[in-house]
T-cell receptor, first 118, second 115 residues
Framework: AQSVTQPDIHITVSEGASLELRCNYS??????LFWYVQSPGQGLQLLLK??????LVQGIKGFEAEFKRSQSSFNLRKPSVHWSDAAEYFC????????????????FGTGTRLLVSP | EAQVTQNPRYLITVTGKKLTVTCSQN?????MSWYRQDPGLGLRQIYY???????DKGDVPEGYKVSRKEKRNFPLILESPSPNQTSLYFC??????????????FGSGTQLSVL
């Protein structure tokens, strides 16, 4: 069964410093990969997604993620963190076609809460 | 404004008292889904619907019911709530269930406490 691991429950980063959030997945083939952000009191918002092609994916709000097949990882990065980035971040995986093309079997990680210090 | 609207935002109830959490989207989306979010467990899917009158179980459907009589609405029903259903619930929708071209839109959540 597919699974997602986000090993860090909390991360604290100083404003202006770089950020990397880890995500490891377990799946027989290359899954579809997503990063979502949840700001306090809000629903989840898609940051970026990877299906195929270039392994470095650019997203919104200055975030990027790199898919590394050999490490089964899809880590999220940002070169300079802003106070407004404080939120909870979720990695998610879903099976590729032909299993299905939809969001029906999307599996979320347990989340990493990012705290930004002044 | 395109959005997914859940109501209520907060709900406190007692064990066994039936309740419904409503979800409505104004984007003419075919696909809708319910998740629950619990600390240390992330989001887990309860039920999903591919279109009107088409629903299916997710990973944690026990104790929940859904219906999809209209395209815009996808209510979550707890016939006899229990304390282990205390959780933060999210509704989500997408235009079509095609991850390559679409994305999930999430509501703002419903915090449910069952005493």
């Amino acid at each position: 069964a597919q699974s997602v691991t986000q090993p860090d429950i909390h991360i604290t980063v100083s404003e202006g410093a770089s950020l990397e959030l880890r995500c490891n997945y377990s799946y027989g083939a290359t899954p579809y990969l997503f990063w979502y952000v949840q700001s306090p009191g809000q629903g989840l918002q898609l940051l970026l997604k990877y299906f195929s092609g270039d392994t470095l994916v650019q997203g919104i709000k200055g975030f990027e993620a790199e898919f590394k097949r050999s490490q089964s990882s899809f880590n999220l990065r940002k070169p300079s963190v802003h106070w407004s980035d404080a939120a909870e971040y979720f990695c998610a995986v879903g099976p590729p076609p032909p299993v299905n093309t939809g969001f029906q079997k999307l599996v979320f990680g347990t989340g990493t809460r990012l705290l930004v210090s002044p | 404004e395109a959005q997914v609207t859940q109501n209520p935002r907060y709900l406190i109830t007692v064990t066994g008292k039936k309740l419904t959490v409503t979800c409505s989207q104004n984007m003419n989306h075919e696909y809708m889904s319910w998740y629950r979010q619990d600390p240390g467990l992330g989001l887990r899917q309860i039920y999903y619907s591919m279109n009107v009158e088409v629903t299916d179980k997710g990973d944690v459907p026990e104790g929940y019911k859904v219906s999809r009589k209209e395209k815009r609405n996808f209510p979550l029903i707890l016939e006899s709530p229990s304390p282990n259903q205390t959780s933060l619930y999210f509704c989500a929708s997408s235009l079509i269930a095609d991850r390559a071209n679409e994305k999930l839109f999430f509501g703002s959540g419903t915090q449910l406490s069952v005493l």
